[in-house]
């Protein structure tokens, strides 16, 4: 052996041995925490493709998304999905609420054709299947809590999430408010609510809702609408291709079937505050109709209320 060998040798064996034991208390990959979250950002595509006749190569629902800048909380952030009136768009709802909910996240979807299908608008598309999609995908995320699932629909995109009130059975949607368009006698008549099969509109009776169905329970509803409402008429009739029900009938039906048993009455409401806005509740408020006089909008009260019913 030579000398440089004899002194080497321990030099080397020490090394050997250091990088032995950094070896041994390195932690196992098992027990390593996870450095990436799959978290729901506003870049996120959250876009939905579905075909039908109009597009039956398929198209792309786009999607505008908020995230609140603040911490996530241990559940997630409640989620708020916006539903744009006809001639709309997600844009502008996103844009219209981001400042007024900031601790939800908010999706504001934007409808084929700027509208959404329900009776003989330019749309046939699936919305509500649409949506039922977009909440499944939302699962993925780690910054979302699906028990707390919120949905405001103004006008057209009220009657979607109507229809979404009717037809949608995930438990995880638990308020959804209605902004000036109430339930119709196509989804609604002889003592039952009704989704349809098929497409809708055009020369059938009832629009295509043929489909005999119950909503869920457990439900928190809020309506709004307003007596000199110009397009949608407040007492009932015929409008936009659709025979509405009379707004506080509606409400009525919809309280029915969560569960209220009293016989209806045509009250005239407690009026909130000193404003020209009158509420009508049921179940403890579970189920609630504000009457206002916004024409096709929401006063101030109208819309504090509505806030407190989405946060609260």
Known sequence: MSIYMKYLSPLFLAVCLSLSCSKENTPTEETVEPIDQNLLTASTDLRISKSWSQEPQGWLYPMNIGV???????????ILILLHGNGGNGSGMLNEWRTLITDHILIAPSGYRKSWNISDEASEAPDVEMLSELIEKLSEFENTDLQRIRIIGYSNGAALANRVFIENKNEGIDRIASVVSQLSKAQYRDNSFYAPSGVTGGSDT????????TPIQGRAYLSICNENDPIIPYFGGASVGVEFLPAKEAVYHIATSQGHDAPYEDSDGSQLQNSSTYEYSYLDKQVVHLRGFANHGMSDTARNYLINFITN
Do not use: E, K, R, V
């Open 68 to 78: 609140p800048t603040q911490d996530t909380p241990s559940n997630g952030f409640p």
């Open 206 to 213: 009832y629009d295509g809702y043929d489909l005999s169905t």
